[in-house]
């Protein structure tokens, strides 16, 4: 009776219901299942057409939460079918968890306003179920984007040693190798320590979600990398893997492998892990390949554990799910994790923006006619092609440079990723460099004369705010 007292010692009328499923009945007199309907008592207590405004306790412990929210969608929707007006009451938790508490909590002098402010503020249950499945989603979308492994080994950088320590020695079965979810960490360097520990003992294979991106860790490690050789140079590219001592490649072109090189893989890693999974889970460039790509990873993933090799998983927060994917079609439970919170790194200042991509070019286009420079960073190649003709057609004497996999097929721009300050340097700063999903990660453009840099992503909460570290 605590809730009822406080609010109606401020002039509300108001009902106490016992618990929260307390409105309604599911099962009849004789103990019966029924489907839910609302308490005679309470329609007794209610005028017809009344706006009814819940106010249950607010509790973040997620299955209590699940609990109350399905309680009161179950109550709303029954008082609404009767004709009445209902209002949700939200507070923060931290206020306190019920609403007697929330108002106890505050100074008697503030105690009036604050119970007013929050019920006439109270969202209707269309609003509050619009705004709770969003939260839903987020709270979906950070633990599918999460990692709840305990590291073997967890480090943090020094004023004088900020960046990843070398790797140990690799043990057979998964390693995951990441760095508490931010990027600048050294992980490339401590990967490429792992490419001269493996000389001699077998092939390194490097898979890389996207061919830009994996010539330049193949750049960055001295390896070659598959998309460079033809079909027929099979001979010629297992030569040049032998003398590297690996290679790297992305799934596209997986099925250009021969089984000799197959055989001759001890070490299989996933670098830029999600995506590299991710992409064989949906399909994406894989397309009508994707069945048989992923069952011949899955069996040399399997043949490489089976040798006593090892598998590797990097990225800046290695999902738990992209783990157990690896773990499911590798068949194997063991694993160790590796991490490293670097020091040192001033955290960039983001907005997070919602909207159409048409807001966001006009933003673009109205920063370019007014003389900024712009890196502008977008989720697929149609929205970088799109963003160039209008970019042509407001600004027709701007130069555009548009990085993607269209127009690096013939490996124009390899000289960009192998060093992009030197090459921006060499061929003139464009007035937009448009920066699609080929270039998802790992490069660095500290060249300090782009005034913004937007970024366009219809999945933020998939994972690509973490990629908002780059320079």
């Not at 520990?197 to 830009?212: E, F, Q, W």
């Not at 063991?334 to 048409?358: A, M, R, V, Y």
């Not at 970088?384 to 013939?410: Q, Y």
Request: glycine share 10%; aromatic share 8%.
């Amino acid at each position: 009776m605590k809730k009822v007292q406080s609010v109606v010692s401020h002039g509300y009328p108001a009902l106490s219901l016992f618990g929260c499923n307390g409105g309604y009945r599911v099962k009849d007199d004789d103990g019966s299942p029924i489907a839910p309907t609302l308490r005679a008592e309470l329609l007794d207590a209610l005028r017809p057409g009344q706006t009814v405004i819940l106010a249950f306790d607010q509790d973040s412990n997620p299955k209590t939460q699940g609990k109350v929210n399905k309680a009161q969608s179950t109550l709303a929707r029954l008082l609404i079918k009767a004709g009445f007006k209902v209002h949700i009451a939200v507070w923060e938790e931290a206020e306190g968890k019920g609403i007697d508490d929330a108002i106890a909590a505050l100074p008697i002098e503030n105690r009036a306003d604050w119970l007013q402010s929050t019920l006439e503020g109270a969202p209707t249950f269309e609003q509050w179920q619009k705004e709770e499945l969003k939260v839903r989603r987020m709270r979906l979308a950070l633990w599918l984007n999460s990692n709840s492994i305990a590291p073997e080994r967890s480090t943090v950088g020094t004023e004088d040693e900020p960046y990843y320590p070398a790797l140990p020695q690799i043990q057979p079965g998964i390693t995951v190798v990441q760095s508490s979810g931010r990027t600048g960490a050294g992980k490339t360097t401590a990967l490429g320590g792992l490419v001269e520990a493996n000389k001699g003992k077998g092939l390194m294979a490097v898979m890389m979600p996207t061919n830009s991106v994996g010539q330049q860790a193949a750049e960055d490690w001295g390896l070659p990398h598959r998309h460079d050789f033809f079909d027929h140079q099979n001979d010629l590219f297992l030569s040049a893997a032998r003398d590297s001592g690996g290679f790297v490649m992305c799934p596209d072109s997986f099925h250009r492998l021969s089984p000799e090189v197959k055989a001759q893989i001890n070490l299989a890693i996933f670098d830029e892990a999600n995506d590299v999974v991710g992409g064989l889970c949906s399909g994406g460039t894989l397309k009508a390949r994707q069945s048989e790509i992923v069952s011949s990873i899955a069996e040399l993933l399997r043949e490489v554990i089976g040798r006593g090799g090892s598998i590797v998983l990097s990225e800046v927060t290695v999902y738990t799910r992209t783990i157990e994917y690896i773990q499911a079609i590798a068949q194997t439970d063991q694993i160790q994790l590796f991490d490293h919170t670097p020091t040192g790194l001033s955290p960039w200042e983001i907005e997070l923006k919602t909207g159409s991509t048409s807001g966001f070019f006009k933003e673009a286009i109205a920063a370019i006619e007014q003389g900024k420079r712009l890196i502008f960073a977008v989720a697929s190649q149609a929205q970088g092609e799109k963003l160039e003709r209008l970019i042509a057609s407001h600004c027709p004497n701007k130069k555009v440079v548009r990085l993607d996999s269209k127009t690096n097929d013939s490996g124009v721009f390899a000289d960009f990723w192998r060093d992009p300050n030197d090459w921006l340097r060499s061929n003139g700063i464009p007035d937009l460099l448009i920066y699609s999903p080929s270039g998802k990660s790992g490069v660095s453009i500290t060249v300090g004369v782009f005034s913004f840099s937007p970024w366009l992503s219809g999945h933020v909460w998939h994972g690509h705010v973490e990629r908002q570290g780059k320079k």
